[in-house]
């Protein structure tokens, strides 16, 4: 059965049969006239009212957009994570992309970006750490040293985030770990071989 011109397309689910408006809103089930399956049709108004026309910024012309925030201004550009248009004060350039102010609260809040994050370990200052505050002990070294140089060579490419930071730490942190396993090395070579030497003149 074909729906009449005037009418909205709502079809039974299951046989596809045209219904007409007495089944709609009801408050209890009936029978599909066609099929006999029992329905209850909830339909809104906006489904079969036409769209209100949208209202048109006095101070833009036609076809002009206009931000978002200021409805007073043309749009500039469009954000790149909510598409939202944007007008010149608006547009955060972040990354090479154009944010709004709204999109990179968001971020920020959320921590989502390595770069928005508030609490970040720096692994480069722990490098450096772990290579000269047990050194005045001697002995601690000997693990701290591996693992300064293991953090070091793991994070060697992590994000430097907004503050400008240079990569002297993560040198200085490599160079004195290898210093010290070399020491380490040479050390225990020495010891080996003075305990090969002192077994060998016993009796």
């Keep these: ?12 689910p299951k046989c596809g049969f045209w219904l007409e408006r007495s089944y709609w809103n009801q408050s209890a089930f009936q029978p599909c006239s066609h099929c006999q399956t029992q ?10 009212e036409a769209p209100a026309e949208p209202a048109l910024n006095p101070n833009s012309s036609a076809g002009e957009a206009t931000c978002y925030n200021h409805a007073n201004k043309q749009a500039h550009v469009a954000c790149a994570m909510c598409g939202r248009f944007l007008c010149i004060v608006c547009d955060v350039e972040f990354r090479g992309d ?4 709204a999109c ?6 959320g921590n989502a970006d390595p770069l928005f994050q508030r609490v970040k370990m720096r692994f480069d200052s722990l490098a450096l750490i772990l290579v000269t505050l047990p ?25 430097r985030g907004f503050l ?13 770990a290898l210093v010290e396993i070399a020491a380490w090395a040479t050390a225990f070579y020495f010891l080996v071989y003075y305990w090969s030497f002192i077994t060998k003149r016993r009796p």
Aim: proline content about 10%; charged content about 15%.
């Design 1 to 12: 059965m074909t729906t009449p011109p005037h009418e909205v397309a709502i079809n039974c």
């Design 39 to 48: 329905l209850r049709l909830l339909v809104f108004p906006a489904a079969v």
């Design 98 to 101: 154009h944010w709004c102010p």
């Design 135 to 159: 050194a005045i002990l001697i002995y601690p070294t000997i693990l701290t040293a591996p693992a300064a140089l293991f953090l070091s060579i793991r994070y060697w490419n992590e994000d």
């Design 164 to 176: 400008p930071r240079s990569g002297l730490r993560k040198y200085i942190a490599v160079t004195l």
């Design 104 to 109: 990179l609260k968001q971020q920020a809040e």
